[in-house]
């Protein structure tokens, strides 16, 4: 058993108190809104370029503890109190405004299939599904994508990844669009998915070590080829389709990189945009390649954009 301790805080005193927490033994800590849930509730995409926003004022701390006998076999909580105690004064607070701690028992589960529980096969539309590695294939004759998204980005589950994904089933197979860059790949799903959909070429690339040897083991499960390259190497082809789903922030950074890897006729499709960024991207390509809306899922947007002949 697990105790997980909850204590609300302030944003002045939220990561003092969680690593002095840690300090005093906490296996994991986590800030959260304590008024997620209600009308109040503050979110925070973290995505990065944009202002640093201040941690919610009206915070709540969990941290998670190892659960201790007391000789009569009863959970000693006395010890964990005055470890806490601590913190709360190692953070710069008061120790007469200790408020009350919240405990709850976590009892030991097999997390690895937990986690695999939350993970279902997902059908794109009639021609694809998005299999995790440890289900059978629903529809045995459709295109399956068999995906362990491992430390990566990528499970198939969120709306960017869906809009791309019908991007590409919508108009992969074309001649128009035999090779493909993936620029943030992640787990690779959105690079295989092209090379399954008959994609010549297809070269996934990331700024991440773990997320390219994650698309390198699910390219090997799905026995297709990609090139990966992490984002530091050199890149100079042009494709005929670029496409990235990563976040407003980089891809208007990028803008002038993924423009230039688009070859005469190719297109380019954008992803991991709030409908509320659809501007700012827009303007942001606009020197380079004129993007329009594709689709939106969900309050989220797809810009899909085509060369122009010289």
């Known amino acids: 058993m697990w105790l997980s301790v909850a204590l ?3 944003a002045a005193h939220a990561e003092a108190l969680s690593e002095a927490l840690m300090a005093q033994g906490a296996i994991s800590v986590s800030i959260e809104d304590a ?3 209600t009308t109040a509730e503050t979110p925070q995409f973290g995505e990065p370029g944009s202002p640093v926003i201040p941690l919610w004022d009206n915070s709540r701390i969990v941290a998670l503890f190892e659960q201790v006998k007391g000789i009569d076999g009863t959970a000693a909580t006395n010890d964990l109190i005055g470890r806490i105690a601590a913190a709360w004064k190692e953070s710069g607070q008061d120790i007469l405004n200790l408020p009350e701690i919240g405990f709850d028992e976590v009892a030991e589960q097999n997390w690895v299939q937990l986690t695999q529980s939350q993970f279902e096969p997902i059908r794109i ?3 694809l599904w998005i299999v995790p590695s440890w289900h059978a294939a629903p529809d045995p004759s459709a295109i399956n994508l068999i995906l362990d998204p491992g430390m990566a980005f990528g499970t198939g589950s969120h709306p960017t990844t869906r809009l791309c994904l019908e991007w590409l089933c919508e108009n992969l197979g074309e001649s128009a669009h035999g090779s493909v860059l993936d620029y943030g790949c992640g787990s690779g799903i959105l690079a ?7 994609a010549s070429r297809v070269l996934g690339i990331d700024i991440d070590e773990q997320a390219l040897a994650a698309a390198r ?5 799905n026995a297709v080829r990609l090139e990966l390259r992490h984002s530091q190497q050199s890149l100079i082809e042009t494709f005929d389709c670029v496409i990235a789903n990563i976040l407003t922030n980089p891809l208007c950074v990028l803008a002038p990189l993924l423009a230039a890897r688009m070859s005469p006729k190719g297109h380019i499709v954008l992803s991991g945009i709030l409908e509320s960024q659809t501007t700012q991207v827009i303007a942001a390509y606009a020197p380079f390649v004129g993007l329009h809306p594709g689709a939106v899922l969900d309050g989220w947007v797809r810009l899909e954009g085509k060369a122009v002949e010289p």
């Open 125 to 127: 539309n009639q021609r």
């Open 8 to 10: 609300p805080t302030d």
């Open 217 to 221: 083991d699910n390219a090997e499960r």
């Open 35 to 37: 008024d997620a849930g």
């Open 192 to 198: 295989i998915a092209a090379a399954k959909l008959g």
